[in-house]
């Protein structure tokens, strides 16, 4: 009987040489690190070293989350990777009207340079890499840290990691936008002349595919949307007077991966196939870092259930594997309590643990590239291959990313796939262990990790502090500027910058913003 992938495509259950369709696995897959990068972006991929353990991280203040960073770097994690809370990613100060009950709660909570400094105490920024999710407010969190960096001493071409800022699929999938798509694809522009300029190793965007999967997006949808997604800012680059060998080997790629794992492999070849020949033909670049198409993976969120929760760890495990037999270049597993509430140090520690297995006790870092020449995994690169080709040609005959968006279009293709799968599941056709099979008929208790409410009025009270102490004329000063940039063509981080130097918090540098370009109005809100 014949199974269909999450894609919606076909797995023969027996698959030979004719799945391949006659050709030559050897002439058409190339060597590792060589265009198209079908087998990894470098030629040793993990067998030089591993990829970066980095795991994602931040809660209620500062200087909590400051305590958990250096917990991870004791127990062996390689980069961070900072989670912000909502009001930070909306834009809004902690002590907002709309940052009521939302302080600290998926994140830290940072409003200004004193959180920063904080945040970042005693943790050496020209040894560790920091990956921030963070999209609209990008800048203002990037040049926060530029600013800490230079407060220890840090020149900024020591600094290396990666900010998410991408827009794009907050239209689509998140929901954490605040500008119209026009000046946030000139804010991203001018973050990616500003780090040429000034943060050269530093990554400027990380498109991302793992929040349209989330939303339910298929495998397909969520590499066709994002490539898509890409092609659009590359263009509004170019378009902004870039070269694209000067921008495009500090592009980013973030995805999901999930339990099935061999379509998830086979997901990572495609995308890194389709990326390279897309830049070589339409953007013809030149430089073959332009080309490569590096990511970060994290596991599926939205896989985990709260229903025997220790199930989890295995799950992750296994969607831990599929990224990296995928080829990813950075890694973060989830904890297995995240279904219920944030982590716990011993869950966090034991989803960092499981990357160490899999790098250390296992032999998948022994050989470049394991599946290749599989008669099933090539087929479905091939297969997922031509279902996203075949979606992003439906983008672009809309007129691109922005005019899909625009139109509803992506954002339509992932509801109908979520909605499937909810039917799927709800009818257990789809199974899902503990959920609607093999369940207990009383569950164990567990008691999260909470956040501390009190954080709130904490918050408000160090931005009254903050607004007593510093020079408030030095602040308008530079939030002026920083409006005469954003109404002109002049790069908005430079006053921007002086701004948060002269302790304006992210929420006045946002709202200083939001006052010349607006706010985005979603095609659906009415």
């Excluded at 389709?274 to 970060?296: Q, T, Y």
């Excluded at 790098?359 to 099933?376: K, L, N, Q, R």
């Excluded at 002086?498 to 946002?510: I, Q, S, Y």
Aim: net charge negative; glycine share 8%.
């Amino acid at each position: 009987m014949t199974r269909e992938s999450e894609s919606g495509l076909p797995i023969d259950p027996v698959h030979g040489p004719d799945a391949l369709d006659g050709w030559d696995p050897a002439e058409k897959l190339g060597a590792p690190g060589a265009y198209p990068f079908t087998r990894g972006v470098y030629p040793t991929m993990y067998t030089g070293r591993p990829w970066t353990m980095r795991q994602y991280a931040g809660f209620g203040t500062a200087a909590e989350s400051n305590a958990r960073y250096k917990q991870l770097i004791a127990n062996g994690t390689m980069g961070l990777s900072v989670a912000f809370d909502l009001p930070t990613q909306m834009g809004h100060d902690s002590d907002a009207p709309l940052a009521s009950g939302e302080v600290g709660k998926v994140g830290v909570a940072i409003d200004s340079i004193d959180d920063m400094r904080v945040l970042f105490g005693g943790i050496p920024l020209d040894k560790v890499s920091t990956s921030m999710t963070i999209n609209a407010p990008a800048a203002p969190l990037l040049l926060l840290y530029q600013l800490v960096a230079e407060e220890q001493g840090v020149p900024a071409d020591r600094l290396t990691g990666t900010i998410q800022n991408d827009v794009l699929k907050e239209y689509i999938a998140r929901g954490t936008y605040i500008f119209p798509p026009k000046p946030s694809l000139r804010l991203i522009a001018d973050i990616f002349k500003y780090c040429r300029d000034e943060i050269p190793k530093w990554n400027t965007i990380s498109i991302s595919g793992y929040h349209m999967a989330e939303a339910g997006a298929t495998p397909a949808q969520e590499i066709a949307f994002t490539l898509a997604d890409g092609v659009e800012y590359v263009r509004t680059a170019v378009a902004a007077g870039m070269d694209v060998d000067d921008f495009a080997p500090r592009l980013s790629f973030f995805f999901v991966a999930r339990t099935t794992l061999l379509e998830e492999v086979a997901k990572f070849r495609a995308a890194r196939r389709i990326w390279a020949r897309v830049m070589r033909e339409e953007f013809g670049a030149k430089n073959p870092k332009s080309l490569m198409l590096r990511f970060h993976t994290q596991t599926a969120g939205v896989q985990l259930t709260a229903q025997q929760p220790e199930v989890n760890l295995v799950r992750v495990a296994v969607q831990g594997l599929a990224a990296v037999l995928g080829g990813t270049q950075s890694l973060h597993t989830n904890s297995f309590d995240e279904a219920i509430a944030l982590p716990t140090d011993k869950s966090a520690r034991l989803a960092l643990r499981t990357q160490q297995v899999l790098a250390y006790e296992t032999d998948v870092t022994a050989t470049v590239d394991p599946f290749a020449g599989s008669y099933a995994v090539e087929r479905m690169t091939d297969d997922v291959e031509a279902a996203v080709v075949a979606l992003m040609l439906q983008v672009e005959e809309m007129g691109g990313a922005v005019d899909a968006i625009e139109r509803g279009f992506q954002k339509d293709e992932i509801e109908r796939s979520a909605y499937r799968v909810a039917l799927e599941t709800d009818s257990a056709e789809r199974v899902v262990v503990g959920v609607n099979r093999f369940q207990l008929d009383e569950e164990e208790p567990y008691e999260p990790l909470r956040v501390d409410p009190a954080i709130e009025a904490q918050q408000a009270a160090r931005l009254a502090r903050l607004r007593a102490e510093r020079d408030q004329g030095a602040v308008d000063a530079a939030l002026a500027e920083l409006r005469q940039a954003a109404g002109g063509t002049d790069n908005v981080l430079h006053p921007m910058k002086d701004a948060l130097r002269a302790r304006a918090t992210v929420g006045e540098v946002c709202d200083a913003l939001r006052e010349v370009w607006g706010t985005y109005v979603p095609t659906d809100a009415f």
